[in-house]
């Protein structure tokens, strides 16, 4: 177990290195959201039209709604890069040195797994912060019990997208590949969610497709359970759902690296006989 611990200290002071040595990566993370909170939210402040439904008890402005989806935004998006840095490490060599670590292979995975994790929640306390100075502040009460709670949905969340990231990186052969996969799972997983609008608007507006599509979207799930955290309140199943999806997607990923049937079978068919 300490040489476990050891091993995955020295992968998350890797990333956190690598993370503090690229200036403008946390700059590009807090851009898009603070873009919607400042520019979006503003012009639909008033004329949105959210409706009392639950968590909320009253009427609120637009940006208060998005704030938990601006949040999920910063998760998933890291969650993506981490994909793409998997694939920059194999590319490199580095990936199948770690590979050989004498541990488990599923355990420098988790390792892989945690580092993203604790990136993910150090940009999205970053936007949170940013957030609060430009006058949106989340309704957190000073009971440890709620901060807790806030704090597992985040963490479960950036472990879920983190999951997800490092199962992409098992398909993703190439670096160049990156960016037409991440069009085809970022933006369908952002825009068909809770993130900048509730289920009940996209169902009364006809849009019956779309809004299966978010029903069943495990990061509307984790918005979700983010914004009913953010309010003290029961998320129903939705917590389940993204512990669900990070055991589902980090299973596969393991699955995938597995040199005798997932990566490893995948990297000879690419090279040939």
Not at 83 to 96: F, I, K
Not at 114 to 140: D, E, H, R, Y
Not at 179 to 196: K, W
């Amino acid at each position: 177990m300490r040489h476990y611990l050891q091993a995955m200290s020295a992968i998350i002071m890797r990333e956190v290195l690598k993370f503090v040595r690229q200036y403008g990566r946390l700059a590009s993370a807090l851009v898009r959201p603070l873009l919607w909170l400042a520019v979006f939210a503003a012009g639909f402040h008033n004329v949105f039209g959210v409706a009392i439904a639950p968590p909320y008890e009253t009427y609120i402005p637009y940006d208060v709604y998005i704030a938990p989806g601006l949040i999920g935004m910063v998760l998933l998006f890291n969650g993506m890069q981490s994909s793409l840095a998997m694939v920059y490490d194999r590319e490199m060599g580095l990936m199948r040195l770690l590979l050989t670590a004498p541990l488990p292979r599923w355990s420098i995975l988790l390792a892989k797994l945690v580092a993203t994790a604790v990136l993910s929640l150090v940009q999205a306390a970053a936007f949170v912060i940013v957030a609060a100075l430009l006058g949106t502040s989340l309704p957190i009460s000073g009971s440890l019990a709620h901060v807790a709670h806030v704090a597992l949905a985040t963490a479960s969340a950036a472990l879920m997208l983190g999951a997800l990231g490092l199962l992409l990186s098992v398909h993703i052969r190439q670096l160049e590949n990156f960016a037409g996969t991440m069009n085809f799972v970022i933006f369908p997983m952002y825009f068909i969610s809770t993130a900048l609008y509730p289920l009940w608007k996209l169902e009364e507006s006809g849009a019956r497709w779309v809004f299966e599509l978010a029903r069943y979207n495990p990061f509307t799930h984790a918005v979700e359970w983010l914004r009913f955290a953010l309010y003290d309140q029961d998320a129903g199943a939705s917590p389940w759902i993204v512990l669900g999806t990070v055991a589902l997607c980090f299973g596969l990923a393991c699955w995938g690296y597995d040199p005798q049937r997932g990566f490893g079978q995948l990297a000879k068919r690419a090279t040939g006989p």
